[in-house]
T-cell receptor, first 115, second 118 residues
Framework: GENVEQHPSTLSVQEGDSAVIKCTYS??????FPWYKQELGKRPQLIID?????GEKKDQRIAVTLNKTAKHFSLHITETQPEDSAVYFC??????????????FGAGTTVTVRA | GAGVSQSPRYKVAKRGQDVALRCDPI?????LFWYQQALGQGPEFLTY????????KSGLPSDRFFAERPEGSVSTLKIQRTQQEDSAVYLC????????????????FGPGTRLTVL
C-alpha cells in the first residue's frame, strides 16, 4: 500500500517568515494530494489539494508543489501569522479500484508561529 | 449546511466492553470513510462505504471491528471486546464522490470520537 513520509515533525517560525513542509510517497499510481490543517481538539480541514496533472497550485498565502518523478510534494506558507499555528498533514490517494479514494496520511507537522 | 457529526464525542470503556460510534455524514454524500487517529499521529484508514456498500475494509485492525451503513447515510463503527490499544480518536469523513466519475471530491471530516479504554 501507499506510504507517506512527512518532514519535519515540528517547525517553529517567526511571524512573517515562510514555512515549508515536505512529503514523499511510495505509490507511483497516487494522483491526488490534499493537505489538512488540524487545530488542537478540532477536526482536520482541507486547506489545499493538488492533482497529478498539475505541478503547482497557489491559494493566497498557501502553495503546494508536486514532483511526480521524485514522488514528493511540498506545502509552502508565506507571511505566516499566529493563526497558522496548528498540525498540518499531507496525504495521498492511489485508487486501485475505481471507487476507492481512501487517503494515506503523513505523521503530521506541528507548526508554531512565534509572535 | 450542517457538517459531518459524530457521537459520542468522548467515550470511556472498560477493557472488554463493546462500543458503538455513530457518524452522520453530510446529506447527499455518497462516500463515507472511517479513520483511526492515535495520539500524535496522522489518521489511518479503516474502512470505506459507497452508499450502503462497504467496498474496502482492509484497514480494520481485527475482526473485533465492524462497520455498517445500512441505508446509505448514517454509519456505525462497532468495536467488540475493547482493548487498551483501541484507545484513539475515530474520525469519520464523507465526500460527494459518485462512482465512475473519476473525479476526486474533498473529504469532510467530523469532529471525531475520542475513545479511551481503561
Amino acid at each position: 500500500g501507499e506510504n507517506v513520509e512527512q518532514h519535519p515533525s515540528t517547525l517553529s517560525v517567526q511571524e512573517g517568515d515562510s514555512a515549508v513542509i515536505k512529503c514523499t510517497y511510495s505509490d507511483s499510481a497516487s494522483n491526488y494530494f490534499p493537505w489538512y490543517k488540524q487545530e488542537l481538539g478540532k477536526r482536520p480541514q482541507l486547506i489545499i489539494d493538488i492533482r497529478s496533472n498539475v505541478g503547482e497550485k497557489k491559494d493566497q498565502r498557501i502553495a503546494v508543489t508536486l514532483n511526480k518523478t521524485a514522488k514528493h510534494f511540498s506545502l509552502h506558507i508565506t507571511e505566516t501569522q499566529p493563526e497558522d499555528s496548528a498540525v498540518y498533514f499531507c496525504a495521498a490517494s492511489s485508487p486501485r479500484r475505481s471507487n476507492d479514494y481512501k487517503l494515506s496520511f503523513g505523521a503530521g507537522t506541528t507548526v508554531t508561529v512565534r509572535a | 449546511g450542517a457538517g459531518v457529526s459524530q457521537s459520542p464525542r468522548y467515550k470511556v470503556a472498560k477493557r472488554g466492553q463493546d462500543v458503538a460510534l455513530r457518524c452522520d455524514p453530510i446529506s447527499g454524500h455518497v462516500s463515507l470513510f472511517w479513520y483511526q487517529q492515535a495520539l500524535g499521529q496522522g489518521p489511518e484508514f479503516l474502512t470505506y462505504f459507497q452508499n450502503e456498500a462497504q467496498l474496502d475494509k482492509s484497514g480494520l485492525p481485527s475482526d473485533r471491528f465492524f462497520a455498517e451503513r445500512p441505508e446509505g447515510s448514517v454509519s456505525t463503527l462497532k468495536i467488540q471486546r475493547t482493548q487498551q490499544e483501541d484507545s484513539a480518536v475515530y474520525l469519520c469523513a464523507s465526500s460527494l464522490h459518485r462512482s465512475g466519475t473519476g473525479v476526486y471530491n474533498e473529504q469532510f471530516f467530523g469532529p471525531g470520537t475520542r475513545l479511551t479504554v481503561l
